[in-house]
């Protein structure tokens, strides 16, 4: 098991299961030196984690966010084992090489976002040839605001999400609805889909997570509360694994289930997310990157909440200006463009 910083937990759960192999970022954890790890064969650098994997390993579950793990993610793909994903940033990244090397290497992929981890399901019942993918979004904590609303957020507002209990930087990516944006173009890689194949709509009570559409009108949906445990246990347990009563759905107390067009002009992430995965190579990792170095700026107040998107906009328009979209890039080129946005990201407070 692995953690970033909180040790503390992760000797506590290695502790209770008996775990021997843990894994850890030495640089974000201060008094490493007064902690006894001397029970423990310790990895204290995620380049390192790869090589917590041996022949005994069955599931690998790759949660860590953002781009910091891409590297790691090359590695796990061509263990042949069955890796259970939470991490849209890198799919989305590696574009068509997420899959090309997952079929290469025999490595199972089960995606774990309640969205995805939906259609996954859904799409192995084999009803026949679908038409469209629909994967829903609950709105975040700022659905009912007017656009003028959205000028003066804070950073506290924008981390209370109505539904989930998340982390700042996702928390932050649904209330822009960026991370709506982020899920149509991960759906697109993860399941080999057309760019008129996959849409998104609001329903703010997240019991449906998405619809697989055919031909004949029928639309088929798995219908479960808002609970991760549901879709983390589904790569351990089949369907008929019997889980907690407080995780049962219940209709009765759902006697409404809406569901609303997204409001494109209120969440322009979503008109910038559709061109970005029109266009592909390049942009689409360019498109997150330049989000991640945004909601970080948010969280430390230098922009504003409505600067995330809108500076994102005008940064893609000047990288693509000076470089090219590379349509089939490579790593290098993955990291090349990466340094050339850290040296040269436009920012400014002014807000349209």
């Not at 899920?183 to 057309?194: N, R």
């Not at 979503?270 to 989000?291: A, S």
Request: glycine content about 4%.
């Amino acid at each position: 098991i692995t953690c970033d910083s909180n040790i503390k937990s992760l000797i506590q759960i290695a502790q209770k299961f008996h775990v021997k192999k843990i894994g850890f970022n030495e640089k974000s954890i201060k008094k490493l030196d007064k902690l006894n790890l001397n029970s423990y064969k310790a990895f204290d650098d995620i380049s390192e984690f790869h090589n917590m994997i041996s022949k005994n390993t069955d599931i690998i579950i790759f949660a860590i966010s953002g781009l910091s793990s891409l590297d790691l993610l090359l590695k796990l793909l061509k263990t042949g084992k069955k890796i259970g994903i939470a991490n849209k940033e890198c799919i989305i990244t590696l574009g068509g090489k997420f899959n090309y090397l997952s079929k290469k290497y025999k490595t199972e992929i089960v995606p774990l976002d309640s969205e995805h981890n939906s259609i996954y399901h859904l799409i192995k019942q084999d009803y026949g040839k679908y038409k469209s993918i629909t994967i829903t979004a609950s709105g975040g904590p700022f659905l009912n605001f007017k656009k003028k609303q959205m000028l003066k957020i804070s950073v506290n507002d924008a981390i209370k999400h109505p539904i989930w209990n998340m982390g700042k930087k996702i928390s932050i990516d649904s209330a822009t609805m960026m991370n709506k944006a982020l899920e149509i173009i991960e759906a697109k890689y993860l399941f080999d889909l057309k760019d008129n194949e996959i849409d998104a709509i609001i329903h703010p009570q997240a019991i449906i997570h998405a619809l697989v559409n055919y031909e004949n009108g029928i639309s088929t949906a798995i219908l479960n509360v808002p609970d991760m445990k549901i879709p983390i246990s589904s790569i351990f347990f089949k369907f008929d694994h019997k889980y907690s009563k407080k995780n049962h759905l219940d209709l009765i107390n759902h006697p409404t289930l809406e569901f609303n067009k997204i409001d494109n002009s209120k969440y322009p992430a979503m008109r910038l997310g559709r061109y970005v995965m029109k266009k592909g190579g390049l942009m689409p990792h360019v498109f997150n990157y330049l989000n991640e170095l945004l909601v970080n700026l948010f969280i430390q107040e230098k922009i504003n909440f409505t600067d995330i998107v809108r500076l994102n906009e005008i940064n893609m328009e000047n990288i693509f200006n000076k470089n090219a979209n590379i349509l089939n890039p490579k790593y290098n080129d993955i990291k090349n463009i990466n340094n050339w946005i850290d040296n040269n990201l436009l920012i400014d407070k002014k807000i349209k």
